[in-house]
């Protein structure tokens, strides 16, 4: 039999062939397949990513417009503030040119107030001489309205109580409740009853029954009271009757129910002395400082130099009646040195009286 002859392309070689590229083929079908799972993978993962950064870009977009709001009211603020400042220090300034104006006229002024001083410690020994002269001469009878003072006793102020038409003028400010600022200040935020019963307040209450006594039945008055404003105690803007002892008590009566409040324009009582027809010819007053307003305008700045309180009693002293006598009842408070020395020029450049008022008087 002859052999068969060896043929490289037999059936069973391209068998082989073909299962060979078919594993081939295979093998790269699942590669494939797994790459593009990898693939999606690391896509997700990338843009799990990118959204994160984009959330934190955002985020710092937002702290950006937080800061730069910030900044603009941070800068706001300080322009504010370099505008308060160059105010403070404009402030200062002034107050220190004031002090040192303050300085040169206290040298020229130390001299004279001694002496004013002296004139009068010389003043009251000679009106206490008086008063312990006719203590004992006064009579109750003599008053339509009656006052006694602390243990019956009566005093002579010395002051000008005659004339046809007396007007007294009352300080209501808030500084008549107290001898000091301090006092002043707590006394002024008790309630209003608390108010009523303040010493210094209570002893221009007695002062105010004291002069209703001893007015003259012959005559006419008319009571007011000042501080930012002025009114007078009853509705009747006129002269009133001075023989009318219901009508005294009348105004005793609303003066009690008055409470100190505010600064004090004296320029306003003294207009309204001046505005008063006929115009009065006796004026006695009851205060306790110089002027802290013009005409009742609040007051821009918390306090008022010496000065200006000094230029505010002047313009105020400007408008009274001429030849009309000025009666100066002071009560005590302390720091302002000059009111003592600006009445009592007052009262002698009008031909009338000053007294400055003791602790246990009337």
Known sequence: M?????????????????????????????MSARASQIRSEQTEDLQSEVDRIEVEILDMEREKVLARNALDDVIEELVETRGLSRDVMAEIEEIEEELARQDGETLATVEHVNQLKTDLLSLEEGLKRLRAAVADAEEEGEALRAFVGDG?????TGLQLRGERTLVLVDIS????????VDVLRIRNLPREEQKEATKWVQVGRTVEWLLAKLPAEGRYHFAVFHDEVRPLRADPGWWTAGDPDLREDIAQAFKELVPSSGSSL????????????????????????????????LIRRTVTGRRRMEMFQQATAVLPPRMPVNTLLFPLE??????????????????SFVTVAEDWP
């Not at 009582?269 to 005409?295: C, G, H, Q, V």
């Not at 000059?338 to 009445?343: H, K, Q, W």
């Open 267 to 298: 320029l306003l009582a003294f207009e309204y002395a001046a505005n008063l027809s006929p115009p009065p010819d006796n004026l006695i007053l009851l205060t306790d400082s110089l002027p802290t307003m013009e005409r009742g305008a609040p």
């Open 335 to 352: 720091g302002d040195p000059m009111a003592a020395i600006a009445f009592w020029r007052l009262t002698v450049d009008t031909n009338g």
């Open 2 to 30: 002859a052999r068969r002859q060896f043929n490289v392309f037999s059936l069973s070689f391209l068998d082989c062939i073909c299962c060979g590229f078919g594993a081939v083929i295979l093998l790269f079908v699942l």
């Open 174 to 181: 808030a500084s008549m409740l107290a001898e000091n600022v």
């Open 152 to 156: 019956r006793r009566q005093y002579l």
